[in-house]
């Protein structure tokens, strides 16, 4: 197992997945550690679907490329590279972001992380409750040698996704984790350094690093 810090400083988005069988008993530890997470009153409303089955993949795969043909396709073509990433690099990511929409669902094994809500409306602190989730689920995926990355997009027809999900009323996803064997190796996360991002005490005041 890799150190910790380690594993965030090389848990790449991986989106070029092998389709080769995950076994489930290593899918069962990356399940077991989203239940370790943090979570609103510890009410534990997370819900977790995981999805094998091709015909439902492909169902949702529809909206997620109807979703990158109108929305972010376009937006990565006009955008500039974020803090620590080359042109070159960002092309790169946008090649991959591309391949992964037309494979999204070829993707061995999805985790639809959920939150069962009722009839409460979302808030901004209902992530709260399910990303840290997602977030130990991504490294326990990478501690375990398993590509992955976190995707909303499928959001953005949410009715029509959840629909092909087959998710229940009261009952919503907050993220598709598409796992399985990458292609590319893990490496460096390309970030901005923190002075660009970290203030002390004053908003715009420069943090003191050590």
Known sequence: ????????QTMRAMRRLKPDPVPDELIKKILQAGTCA???????????LVI???????????WYKR??????GPRYLKSTPPPGVTREQYNRQHAAVEYLTDHFHEA???????LEEGTAVPTRGSGASIYP????????ARALGLGAT???RHLLYEKEAEAALGLPPGVHSYAILPIGYPMGKFGPVGRGPLKDIVYQDRWGSPYREV
Request: a neutral charge; proline letters at 6%.
């Open 1 to 8: 197992m890799p150190d910790l810090f380690e594993t965030m």
């Open 38 to 48: 943090p979570n609103g009153g510890n009410t534990q409303r997370w819900r977790f």
């Open 52 to 62: 094998k089955d091709q015909k439902i993949k492909q169902g949702v795969q529809v």
């Open 67 to 72: 979703a990158f043909d109108e929305v972010v």
């Open 108 to 114: 061995p094994v999805w985790i639809v992380a959920c």
């Open 133 to 140: 989730a997602v977030q130990n689920m991504l490294l326990a």
């Open 150 to 152: 976190l995707t909303t």
